[in-house]
Each structure stands twice: as structure tokens, then as C-alpha cells.
């Protein structure tokens, strides 16, 4: 592995012949495509045949592929944001339960 190349661009393979293991950059074969999100440009990498069907669902609810896309990061933003406060909400009520419990 080379230390100056982040993990995710290389690729272990092992060498059938000598049997040994060499490091190969490789090139995505998933394309990026540049959007704006909350004004923000960014690219995301997703096969062809995600990218048509969230065309193909932007262009059925009547909005633009930036639209969408912003949609689907609030959502997630949101779901982290809820899954953690609910983590925290459980954690407290155990710790109270435990302290009186304990009494």
C-alpha cells in the first residue's frame, strides 16, 4: 500500500504467478457528477443507471435534479441527527431508572 494515496483509490491484488501482493492504482469506473447542494457544489459518484433514475424520479414529482438531491441530504441530515438525540434520550432514562432503582 502506498501511504501518499488514500486507501479507497487503490486496490490489492496478488499475483497469481509469483504470488505477490502488489498495489494498483485504479480509476473509478463510477463517474462523478458535479451538483449544487444548499449552494455548496459537490460531486457524487453513482453508476449511470442511479443517476437515470433519479432523473427519471425528479422529473416525476415535477422538480429539478438539484431539488431532489438537496431533499434526500435533508432527510439524511435529519435521521442522523434524530437517531443520535434518541441514543442520547435512552441513555439518560437508563441511567435515571437505574438511579432509582438503585435507591
Known amino acids: 500500500m502506498r501511504p501518499d494515496v488514500p486507501f479507497t483509490t487503490q486496490a490489492v491484488y ?4 509469483s504470488s505477490f501482493a502488489q498495489t494498483e ?7 462523478k457528477h458535479s ?6 457544489k459537490t460531486s457524487i459518484s453513482l ?3 442511479f443517476w437515470e433514475c433519479l432523473r427519471k ?7 429539478t ?3 431532489l438531491i438537496s431533499g434526500i441530504d435533508a432527510r439524511r441530515r435529519t435521521k442522523i441527527v434524530e437517531f443520535y438525540k434518541d ?3 435512552r441513555q439518560a432514562r437508563i441511567s435515571e431508572e437505574s438511579k432509582v432503582a438503585g435507591q
Open 14 to 17: 496478488i499475483d497469481r504467478r
Open 57 to 63: 424520479i425528479a422529473e416525476e414529482r415535477g422538480k
Open 35 to 40: 451538483v449544487i447542494i444548499d449552494g455548496c
Open 65 to 67: 435534479l438539484t431539488q
Open 87 to 89: 441514543r442520547s434520550d
Open 25 to 31: 492504482l485504479m480509476k473509478s469506473l463510477v463517474p
Open 47 to 49: 453508476e449511470d443507471e
